[in-house]
């Protein structure tokens, strides 16, 4: 008996053990490449909604509920030789078709001529004028909104003085206005920027920051800085930033007493903050508050 004999006699021995192997090593096969395609699939699906939350742009300094100066976005820039934008971000709600329509939770952006630029995008987020704003396409759909037509939007006060504070009034937590929509962000636009991990697009509406001050009562705050610089570390951001800030990015105002040859420090939020009290008291072991 040669050695093809021998090979065939033993397969058709083994003939149902055999299939039994082979399909067992199709099936195994069949899982491996479809999850080796499956998390291809999911990971470029997650890539894209980064790309289209984010842009280009790859840190953030936020104040929270804090306000700094837009002049310290420039300060930063020079200082780091970053690209940044600066933008103000605010809570908000959108009431449409004579209130039949409305969002509770609207996203408002007031941000700068450098903001399309971050994101890589032709979409112009500067166009919008006074009383004019860009909405993202999953808002646009929600109120049946398009170019052209007009919303009342009402958001949430920025200011330097905290919402909680005994002497601020219920009346003037919130500002509304009529705006026009003059275009509409798709995602490819970048429409659905967000800086939260959320699988779920907010309801975005783009403003000039500028005009989004005015309407705040503000003049030339931020509270947001975006950047856009791969590989930066953080680190190294900290300290551009603590060589950025000024006095009054931290609402704290410096002045001399007439006639006493004494400096006052004091707060546009009513109060100094317990940390920059310990600060100062520290440096200035002979200051006394008040």
Do not use: C
Request: proline letters at 3%; a negative charge; zero cysteines.
């Amino acid at each position: 008996m040669n050695l093809r004999k021998l090979i065939t006699r033993s397969f058709f021995h083994y003939f149902s053990a055999n299939i039994m192997a082979a399909a067992g090593l199709a099936v195994a096969t069949a899982v491996i490449t479809g999850a080796l395609i499956l998390g291809d699939s999911l990971s470029y699906s997650l890539e894209k909604t980064v790309t289209m939350r984010l842009g280009d742009i790859t840190h953030s300094i936020t104040a929270g509920e804090r306000l700094f100066t837009i002049e310290m976005g420039d300060r930063f820039s020079g200082e780091s030789g970053m690209d940044v934008s600066r933008g103000l971000v605010a809570e908000g709600m959108a009431v449409a078709g004579g209130g039949s329509e409305r969002l509770n939770r609207v996203q408002v952006l007031g941000v700068d001529n450098n903001f399309s630029s971050l994101l890589a995008t032709d979409f112009d987020y500067s166009a919008p004028g006074p009383g004019e704003v860009i909405i993202s396409e999953n808002m646009a759909r929600r109120l049946q909104l398009e170019a052209g037509d007009f919303f009342q939007l009402r958001m949430k006060r920025a200011g330097v003085i905290p919402m909680n504070t005994p002497l601020v009034s219920d009346a003037g937590q919130s500002v509304s206005r009529r705006v026009m929509v003059t275009a509409v962000a798709g995602d490819e636009d970048y429409g659905r920027f967000n800086l939260r991990v959320s699988q779920t697009a907010p309801y975005n509406v783009f403003t000039d920051i500028g005009w989004l001050n005015r309407v705040m009562e503000l003049e030339e705050m931020a509270n947001i800085i975006f950047i856009s610089s791969p590989g930066a570390e953080t680190g190294n951001l900290k300290n551009h930033l603590e060589n950025s800030w000024d006095i009054e990015d931290a609402n704290l105002t410096l002045r001399e007493l007439p006639g006493t040859g004494r400096l006052e420090i004091s707060s546009e939020r009513v109060f100094i903050t317990e940390n920059v009290s310990s600060r100062l008291t520290t440096l200035f072991p002979e200051s006394r508050q008040f």
